[in-house]
């Protein structure tokens, strides 16, 4: 099976623009999940879709936000960009279903906000 | 809270040794817990996983222990390889209402491997 991939692998923009990153999940899974890693936050959880429906949701401002189509694919939007939201932007998928639910991520999106 | 953290940021060994990394966890309704690896450029690698109802799982080469009651997780590495060389982060996981489920990451240990 193919794993989770996510396009572009590096942009930049500039502060006040709005980005689209995209994230394809390992097949027949529904769930994706999307995460920003810094170095000075770590690892932080931004939201999940299932069945394209947000199912839950981190603690990040209303700019980020997310959908998920019926194919499975998720797409995540950031809008009026910040110097702060630089980050690595991974994205993850999960069966959605069952007690456990391993997530798999994929190569992340780095992105730049100059 | 639902805090998630690793006591030590780097870990060096010389190659052949045993690795232990360490994790402490603060939400006692986690039930699920799982380690990465990640290494320079790359998204998180699934290593190994361990249920609540569980105190020890092993895999190749790995090993999770669970102690819920200090709310402590371990990996150990036997054997550690130059690949091995990567940060690892530990994850918990607590199933919500809605049926989704959220990983909580710890800030993760840096393992360096020394010929």
């Known amino acids: 099976k193919a794993g989770v991939t996510q396009t572009p692998r590096y942009l930049i923009k500039t502060r006040g623009q709005q980005v689209t990153l995209s994230c394809s999940p390992i097949s027949g899974h529904r769930s994706v999940s999307w995460y920003q890693q810094t170095p000075g936050q770590g690892l932080q959880f931004l939201f999940e879709y299932f069945s394209e429906t947000q199912r839950n949701k981190g603690n990040f401002p209303g700019r980020f936000s997310g959908r998920q189509f019926s194919n499975s694919r998720s797409e995540m939007n950031v809008s009026t960009l910040e110097l702060g939201d630089s980050a690595l932007y991974l994205c993850?998928?999960?069966?959605?279903?069952?007690?456990?639910?391993?997530?798999?991520f994929g190569p992340g999106t780095r992105l730049l906000v100059l | 809270g639902e805090s998630v953290g690793l006591h030590l940021p780097t870990l060096s060994v010389q190659e052949g040794d045993n690795s232990i990394i360490n994790c402490a966890y603060s939400n006692s309704a986690s039930d699920y817990f799982i380690w990465y690896k990640q290494e320079s450029g790359k998204g998180p690698q699934f290593i190994i996983d361990i249920r609540s109802n569980m105190d020890k799982r092993q895999g190749q080469r790995v090993t999770v222990l669970l102690n819920k009651t200090v709310k402590h997780l371990s990996l150990q590495i036997a054997a550690t390889q130059p690949g091995d060389s990567a940060v690892y982060f530990c994850?918990?996981?607590?199933?919500?209402?809605?049926?989704?489920?959220?990983?909580?990451f710890g800030t993760g240990t840096q393992l360096k491997v020394e010929l």
């Open positions: 994850a918990e996981t607590v199933l919500l209402t809605g049926g989704g489920n959220k990983l909580t």
């Open positions: 993850a998928s999960s069966s959605g279903t069952g007690s456990k639910k391993t997530q798999y």
